[in-house]
Each structure stands twice: as C-alpha cells, then as structure tokens.
C-alpha cells in the first residue's frame, strides 16, 4: 500500500475521529505558559494540563497531527540530523490520548489496528518493546494483539543500562511521565542495526515507530513522583516515519514531501548528488526554520531566537559546503509552501517575512562564514591530536559568530571532537572581563562584541538557571 503523507495524516484522524477522539488542531511550537520547555517536542504538550488534572476539556479523548521541534532541550535531535536516517529537527507527530478515559488495553489494540488494518503493515515486520516490569502490556500484546513473546522486548528506564533505550517516557525534567511501549518496524537485514536493547540498537534497521504512554505520574522539580489524577495516555507516531515504510523507502528524507525540498535544495546550491547529506541536513533545516519564524520566533542572541539562529547558520554552512554562491536558504520557502502550505496555510500567508528574515540572517552570516571556515580549516589541519582546542572554538564563536554546535560539526565530519570545558573556561573569561568593565563604567564595554551579541545569557532570563544549564550543554 502506497500513500502520501497528507494522506497518512487524514486517515489517521479520521480512524482516531471514528473512535470518538475529538479532533484538535496543533499547537504552536512555543509552549503556552511554560518556562520548562524550549519547544513543543510532542504532541502531549499542549494537553499538559489536562494530564495533570488543572484544566478541564470538553472532551476525554483527542487526536492530533503536532508540529514538532526537537533542537534543544531533553529532547534534541540537532545532531542526529544527517547522520540518522529517523530524525529531524523539525517533525509531525501523530498521536491520541486519553484524559483518564480508555488505557492500557485500548490503546494498544487501536494503535495495532490502525497499523494492521488501517494503513495495513505487515505483522511479522512489526515488534514491539514494553517497560520492563510491565507485565500488563506485555500480556496485553502476548494474548490479545498475538505478539509471539519473542518480538515484546523488555526495556527498562535506562539508569545504568549500556544502551540508549528508555521506556520510562518524560516531556521533560518535570511534569507528566510514565512507562510506556513502542512498536519498531524491520526494513529488512540489508540494513544496519539491531533491536531494540541490543548492541546494534542506533542503527537504522529497526526503526521506531509509535511510543504509547502510559500517563501515570508527575515528576517533580525535587524528583518526587507524584499519581496522576487519572491514569491517561499519550502516544506519538512520526509522520515521516510511518511515510518512508509506507512509500516503501528507507529513509524519511525519501519521502514524498523531502523530495521537493531536496530538489529546490539542490538548484538553490548547485548540488548535483541528491544523496549528499548537506542537502538532508538543508531540506530539514528549511522546515525548523520556517515553522519556528511561524509560530513568532526570530533570530536572535537569546533564547528561543538563539536556537533559531543556530540553525539558521548550520544550514548556511552546508549550503556552502554545497557550493552556494551568497543567499540561497531563503530561496526553499517557497518550496516548502508549495509542499506544506495546504496543511499549514500559516506557511503560504507568512512567506513573505519568513523570505525577508531567512535573507537578512544568511546575508549577515556570510559575511564572517568564508574568513571564519578558512581559519578553522588553517588550524584543523596543523592539529595535534584529535581535540579542536577551546580557545580556538571560543574564537570562533566571538569573532566570526560561529555557534558552538556548528564548530562541532565540522569538526565531527573530520572524526575531531571540541574541547567544551576550555570553550566554557574562555567565554567566562569574557563574561568576568565584560563584568569588570561595566563595573568601572568604562566605555570599552563596545568593544566586548561577543558576550552580548551572541552570548547564552537569555537562557537566564528565559528559563532560570538550572533549566539554563541543561539547555546550554545541549
Ligand atoms: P528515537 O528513539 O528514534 O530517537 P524517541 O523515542 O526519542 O525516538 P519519542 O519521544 O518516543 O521518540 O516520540 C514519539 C515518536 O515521534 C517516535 O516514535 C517517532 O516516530 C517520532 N520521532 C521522535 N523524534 C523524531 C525526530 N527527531 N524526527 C522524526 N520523528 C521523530
Ligand atoms: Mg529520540
Ligand atoms: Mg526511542
Ligand atoms: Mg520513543
């Protein structure tokens, strides 16, 4: 079976509808009225309250098809992009809840339905993993769905455990949380990659597809575990994802709706491999970019428009890499609104200030990126070792505006790491002497271009320190 991403999307919420789910729209990517979250990264997010018993809805069950973001924060897949064939930074999720209506039981069978018999995957591709002292679901799966029991792996909460598998599912530091279950799909053994909770579990071959969660506690900031009200779900599915198994490719950036971008990628740079991963990381970019300028966010210094920013100049590098002669990221909106604008008509009514803002930034950038991409390339090529020093990155970052995260993957595609506690060391540094001359009232403190123009101090004023620290690391 063979279907596009729009349609994917409609039948999805058509099957959830059909099950009395009201249909709610997706939010936008900056979470309303919380500080503990950079961006929407699920589709629980704006059904938060609701989990958490502090808002009340018309409704007990919902479906929804979620802009998503995940680059930054406890969820951030910025570098995974290019390099995995799953992740973006910028995703629709899926997914359908309960708000202490059906659990368990039901929502395992509507999702193994959907899957089976709706979209009609193959059952022997499927397998699936539950938390590991979870014997409810697993039985569930065992005697009702059929699941033979050596396809329900047990995965525990990933404290000690050598693998990066976790079935203990949490928005974030705090909040909503609980064990939930995930169903992978195999592409098939000429892939890399093992199941879940082997050795092998990061490569493509398994890939997973849906985390159904089961919503039991709230976390919070002291750690303590506290019941939910109502025992809920909510569960999430990538829309990309179940699209490359159903458009019968490997990789998301395969499917119907990278094409385009791929394409329009490659004219705007000059790129002749479609395959060259610059263009994945550029046609993923383009969507974060412009849904994030959507929802409100602009580059900047601070913060949410920090990120922003970061990736904005990620992407100009590769374009570079490409071969792009000035501006040419700004050049994919249109692309992207002819692919995406008739299920975000926000995308068509904007394109004009996301062009314009898109434009503005690169043409910035430009100017510091080539000096910038020569030096790190004069430096990288004397090295000693294997280590990018951190005053080299911190000089980067001061003079050429070069985001730490983008040093690094330069760095990583030359098999280098970056030294970020010397990097760390340098920009306080920089902070103790912009502190001391503001201190002497001196007029200096023009000269201290760096700390204020790209500095990390909006984390602070945004999030509150902890929260900052995290953010910043990632
Ligand atoms: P993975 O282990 O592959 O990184 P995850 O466990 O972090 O995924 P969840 O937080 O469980 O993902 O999100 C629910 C679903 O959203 C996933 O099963 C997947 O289909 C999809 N998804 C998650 N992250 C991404 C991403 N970065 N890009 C595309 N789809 C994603
Ligand atoms: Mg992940
Ligand atoms: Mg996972
Ligand atoms: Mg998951």
């Not at 596009?4 to 729209?25: E, M, N, W």
């Not at 525990?156 to 050598?162: F, I, L, R, S, V």
Request: proline share 3%; with cysteine.
């Amino acid at each position: 079976m063979s279907m596009t991403s729009a349609a994917i999307r409609q039948a999805f919420l058509d099957f959830f509808a059909g099950k009395g789910h009201a249909v709610v729209p997706s939010s936008s990517l900056i979470p309303g009225n919380d500080a503990t979250l950079l961006f929407t990264n699920a589709g629980m997010v704006q059904f938060k309250d609701v989990f958490l018993g502090q808002d009340q809805r018309s409704y007990s069950r919902a479906v929804s098809a979620q802009r998503c973001v995940r680059a930054g924060g406890k969820h951030n897949d910025l570098e995974n992009v290019g390099y995995t064939a799953r992740h973006h930074t910028f995703f629709e999720m899926l997914g359908n809840f309960s708000f202490g209506d059906y659990f368990k039981q039901d929502a395992i069978r509507y999702a193994w339905e959907f899957l089976t018999e709706v979209v009609k995957l193959p059952r022997e591709r499927l397998l699936v993993t539950v938390y590991a002292t979870d014997d409810e679901a697993f039985a569930i799966w065992q005697n009702d769905i059929g699941v033979p029991a050596d396809r329900i792996i047990r995965i525990g909460d990933n404290k000690g455990a050598p693998y990066a598998s976790d079935n203990f599912w949490a928005m974030g530091d705090t909040g909503p949380c609980g064990p939930c279950t995930e169903i992978f799909y195999d592409h098939g053994d000429h892939i890399w990659g093992g199941p879940p909770g082997s050795a092998e579990e990061d490569g493509d071959r398994f890939i997973e597809i849906w985390n159904i969660v089961f919503m039991q506690f709230n976390r919070l900031a002291s750690g303590e575990m506290q019941p939910l009200p109502k025992p809920s779900v909510d569960t999430g599915m990538g829309l990309e994802r179940i699209a490359a198994i159903l458009q019968h490719v490997h990789s998301n950036y395969e499917i119907d709706t990278f094409v385009a971008l791929i394409k329009a990628a490659a004219a705007a740079t000059g790129a002749t491999d479609l395959t060259d991963k610059s263009l994945r990381v550029v046609a993923d970019h383009i969507r974060s970019c412009a849904f994030l300028i959507v929802d409100g966010v602009m580059p900047s210094n601070e913060g949410r428009g920090y990120v922003l920013r970061r990736i904005i100049r990620r992407a100009v590098r590769h374009g570079n890499k490409l071969g792009a002669k000035g501006a040419f990221f700004y050049k994919l909106v249109a692309a992207l609104a002819a692919e995406m604008g008739d299920a975000y008509p926000e995308l068509r009514a904007k394109q004009a200030i996301i062009e314009k803002a898109l434009q503005q930034e690169e043409e910035q950038f430009g100017k510091t990126l080539e000096r910038g991409l020569q030096i790190l390339d004069e430096e990288l090529s004397g090295l000693a070792g294997t280590e990018v020093p951190g005053t080299l990155v911190f000089k980067l970052y001061d003079t050429y505006g070069f985001p730490v995260d983008l040093t690094n993957d330069v760095a990583r595609e030359r098999g280098l790491s970056i030294d970020q506690a010397g990097f760390d060391a340098a920009m306080a540094e920089q902070r103790k002497r912009a502190q001391q001359a503001s201190n002497f009232g001196l007029d200096y403190n023009q000269q201290l271009t760096s700390a204020v123009q790209t500095g990390f101090t909006g984390y602070t004023e945004h999030f509150g320190n902890a929260r900052v620290q995290e953010i910043i690391k990632d």
